[in-house]
């Protein structure tokens, strides 16, 4: 089972169009995301290694335009840990139906804090993120 | 020549990484789509024909994250037109530098208001979209 | 008792001094707004008579800077109902101690869509109004 | 002559109402601040002093609603130094226009950054300041 984050569509997400905006959908996903981390324990993990999560790509699909009163419901997951960077994979419903809003996948590569460089995802790390594969 | 916006990054921009947060980039590339749009009389002639831009799809990269009192110049151009969609590609520059910050591209569809569907890019529609392609 | 909402503060709210920026905590105090009308029925009873909520003023004392994982409590309640207009006052804590970071008096008036005026606040819609002040 | 900077309104500024969101005119007044210090030299002043501005109070009358494609120019001076705090005077215009879109009070306090605590605003500091009430 995914990881789900629910947020109500207000007046102040909407544009011009009186849909959500392109930019506020990222702010719903980051919000599901840090939900999803927090309820996992890798915000904790990650701050006891000094990593940080840094985001090198976003590839979002905008299918339905969601607008005032509706329940967005976010599915979080990983889907792909490579050696160098991992990829979450986000799903937005309109909660109790089929309708995908949109749906992304985040690339994000683990800094570390100290050097500024990217780290290798390897080892404990690496075995860690796995697992969350199968969450 | 590609058309150019230039944004200051103020401290509002940043978020808990002390950058310009991942969902702030995307408004960035908004203003300056609309800026080009305008300059460009599209937004004139899209209200004409009663047609809007909806947005499909971005596929952002992150490239080099962007701090206070930086100034970004953003380039925006047509880079596809086809028969159901187009793309606009950005990219936001430090100013006065090579030094890439993030690149997007933007694909869209033209909406019919009446409709409320897709109109086929085609036409003098078409013909007008790909005299943007030598812009 | 006033009506209660919870947010979490996340990385993406702040700003570089790493506290909620001042401009994000009116997104806060109009999300917990549009829960407590939402909840109270007002939200429904405003649309029904083509009633719409207009703010004129808004004075917010900044008294703590939030940061990131805090919790916010947001009080929100109706504290004055004048003929022409009407003021909501909300305070938010961090949530489970006595911190207050913010307090604010919202100052709306009811606008008729038809006529594009605002509308006297008296009769029935008063009196609504006014019960709301013993919540 | 108060210091200007001018804002064209977009589509992505707006909210349900189609009018531009009450929380976004605060990053348009943030905005005009940042500009107006740093054209000022206080921006360098303050870092140099280790100081930082430390927003207390915000009270903000929203009076004509601003829409798509309008340009707002704002003015931005300072109208008051006290010992502890000073306030900021900002009024948001249509561009060409004497219609007053917004204006407001930024009152705030120098934090001093070593010590966590507001300076009080005397001697050099507190001259600096006044003669900006001449700008």
Not at 24 to 35: D, G, K, P, T
Not at 44 to 58: C, D, M, T
Request: with cysteine; proline share 1%.
């Amino acid at each position: 089972m995914p990881h789900l984050t629910t947020i109500k569509v207000r007046g102040y997400h909407l544009d011009i169009y009186q849909h959500v905006n392109n930019a506020r959908y990222l702010e719903f996903l980051e919000e599901a995301r840090w939900s999803y981390l927090e309820d996992s324990g890798d915000v904790a993990y990650f701050e006891q290694l000094n990593l940080a999560w840094v985001i090198v790509n976003i590839n979002i699909n905008y299918r339905f335009a969601a607008t005032n009163g509706q329940t967005l419901e976010i599915a979080t997951k990983f889907s792909q840990i490579g050696s160098k960077s991992a990829v979450i994979h986000q799903v937005i419903k309109i909660q109790g139906t089929d309708t995908v809003v949109a749906d992304a996948d985040i690339t994000f590569v683990c800094l570390n804090r100290k050097t500024g460089k990217a780290a290798l995802i390897e080892g404990a790390l690496k075995e860690r993120l796995e697992q969350h594969l199968n969450d």
